[in-house]
C-alpha cells in the first residue's frame, strides 16, 4: 500500500515570496490533516479536512497561509507571504476514519521549509 | 485547552538500561498514540491505547495509560542503539490531537 505522498522535500525561499505544498494521502482515506513541525517541537496542527470540507482550521494563520482540497483526494498548503518563523517541516497526515473513531493517522515525510 | 507534556525532553542511555518516558496531560481523552521520529524522516505509529489500564508492549518497548491520572509512559527495557530517535506521545480529545514536545532519546553503547 502506497504512504502518504508529499513535494517538494525541500524548499529554500526568501521572506516574502510564496510556496505551495502538495500531498496525496493514502488511498481511500477521507481525512487529511496538515501539521507545522518546528524544530525541536511536537507537530501543531494547521487544518484538517474531510473529503473537501474543512473540520478544523482554528490554528491556521489565515492571513498568509492557504489549503485546499477541491476533489476531496490530494490537497496544497501555499504561504504567501513567508515569514522567517515560517521555516519549518510541513507534514501531510491521513487517516481513514471520521474524527479518529476508529483509525490512526499516517504521515508522510514531510517538506522542509527554510525562509532566508 | 488540551496541553500534553513530556520528560524528560533529552534522554541518554546506555544500551541494556531501562528507563520510562513520562506523557501527562491536562484533559479527558479519547485515546493517545505514541510515535517514533528518527532525524529527517517522518512520524511513525508505535502504539494506541483506548482505555485506562491498557498496555501494549512491541519488542522492547511497553506502553500504559492511566486515564485517571491523565499519564502515559513508555518504558524501554534493555535499550539498544537502534531505540535511538524522538519519541512523541499525542493525546486526543473531541477530535483535537495534540502532540508532546517530544524526547529525543540517545542510546550509547
Known amino acids: 500500500e502506497a504512504g502518504v505522498a508529499q513535494s517538494p522535500r525541500y524548499k529554500i525561499i526568501e521572506k516574502r515570496q510564496s510556496v505551495a505544498f502538495w500531498c496525496n494521502p493514502i488511498?481511500?482515506?477521507?481525512?487529511l490533516y496538515w501539521y507545522q513541525q518546528i524544530l525541536g517541537q511536537g507537530p501543531k496542527l494547521l487544518i484538517q479536512?474531510?473529503?473537501?470540507?474543512?473540520?478544523?482550521d482554528s490554528q491556521l494563520p489565515k492571513d498568509r497561509f492557504s489549503a485546499e482540497r477541491l476533489k476531496g483526494v490530494d490537497s496544497t498548503l501555499k504561504i504567501q507571504p513567508a515569514k522567517l518563523e515560517d521555516s519549518a517541516v510541513y507534514l501531510c497526515?491521513?487517516?481513514?476514519?471520521?474524527?479518529?473513531?476508529?483509525?490512526?493517522?499516517?504521515f508522510g515525510e514531510g517538506s522542509r521549509l527554510t525562509v532566508l | 485547552e488540551l496541553k500534553v507534556e513530556q520528560n524528560p525532553l533529552f534522554l541518554s542511555m546506555q544500551e541494556g538500561k531501562n528507563y520510562t518516558i513520562y506523557c501527562n496531560y491536562s484533559t479527558t481523552s479519547d485515546r493517545l498514540y505514541w510515535y517514533r521520529q528518527d532525524p529527517g524522516k517522518s512520524l511513525e505509529s508505535l502504539f494506541v491505547?483506548?482505555?485506562?489500564?491498557a498496555v501494549k508492549q512491541e519488542g522492547r518497548l511497553m506502553a500504559s495509560l492511566d486515564t485517571k491520572a491523565r499519564l502515559s509512559t513508555l518504558h524501554i527495557t534493555a535499550a539498544v542503539h537502534d531505540l535511538s530517535a524522538t519519541y512523541f506521545c499525542?493525546?486526543?480529545?473531541?477530535?483535537?490531537?495534540?502532540f508532546g514536545a517530544g524526547t529525543r532519546l540517545t542510546v550509547k553503547p
Open positions: 497526515a491521513s487517516s481513514l476514519d471520521w474524527g479518529l473513531t476508529v483509525g490512526e493517522l499516517f
Open positions: 479536512f474531510q473529503n473537501n470540507g474543512v473540520v478544523d
Open positions: 491505547l483506548l482505555s485506562n489500564g
Open positions: 488511498s481511500g482515506h477521507a481525512t
Open positions: 499525542a493525546v486526543v480529545n473531541n477530535n483535537d490531537m495534540r
